[in-house]
């Protein structure tokens, strides 16, 4: 009797423990041998930021600057435009790469190639942009010829940041960017220049007008030609009536002496082969 109360306890102490176990592996989580996913945390659609400024200058003018950057990951690129009121301006697309947040200062650094056009010359310059906490800087200085077509910071060390643009929104940047008519819009004149090749002025209304060259269609010595040619200044127009494009007048010292476009008349009186003296007129008949 005794050995059979042993078994029997011996036999239930098996089935608890057998219990438990069973008990133990239906509770534990279930764990599969599998590939380990992978998370992509690479940016699939390009973050977009845009930065102005604009400033009215003393005559009613204004000086405008503006940024749209996409950002990719480290790639970057976009349009810097850099439009003073008295000054010629600098305009056009870039890309390059952009770098970590600088913990300090909280702000990243983009070294970018700028394709710029300027007084109607298209280049390939270095650029470094300076963005965040709300603001964007762009570095200018002393630039040379890199020998491969393309022009770099002298000194990178010694690139002066300005101007200080401000984040707005890029859905709205096309209307910031516009500037109402200058205060004198109404004003009349009639005024004559003489400019030299490169030189540009600057009238009342804002209107800046720059001599790009002078095509000469002469008649050389010695020649017998159909007819004698001409001096032909060639200038480019911005500003004024023309807001921020730039509108190229061609003016003759024989044929098309006058031009007029956009509320405009431009006339010649006399020119070299480097230089043309012109008058511009504006609400006053030439």
Known sequence: MKKILIVSVFIVAILGLGLLIKTQKAAAPLVVQDNPVVVDTQVKQPIQLCFLQKTKTT????????????????????????IPAEKDKKVGAFEGIVGPVNKITMSRTADVWWSS???????????????????AYAGFGEMVDHGDGTYVYKDISKIVYGPLMTDVDCSN????????????????????????????????????????KVNDSRCPKDV??????????VLSATGGYFYDKTQEVIIGTVRNQSNTVGGYTFAIRSATDKSANIVVYRGISS
């Not at 005559?59 to 850099?82: H, P, Q, R, S, T």
């Not at 200058?182 to 220049?193: A, L, Q």
């Not at 017998?224 to 200044?233: D, F, K």
């Open 59 to 82: 005559n009613g003018l204004y000086n405008i600057a503006w940024l749209k950057m996409n950002l990719m990951n480290e790639k970057v690129d976009g349009e810097f435009n850099y």
């Open 117 to 135: 056009l300027a007084e109607g010359m298209q280049n390939k310059e270095q650029l470094r942009i300076n963005f965040g906490e709300g603001n």
């Open 173 to 212: 940047l096309s209307e910031l960017v516009k500037v109402p008519p200058p205060v004198s819009t109404t004003e009349k004149f009639s005024t004559e220049y003489s400019l030299k090749i490169g030189e540009h002025i600057t009238l009342p209304d804002g209107l800046t007008v720059t001599l790009k």
């Open 224 to 233: 017998t030609c159909v007819w004698a040619g001409e001096l032909s200044p």
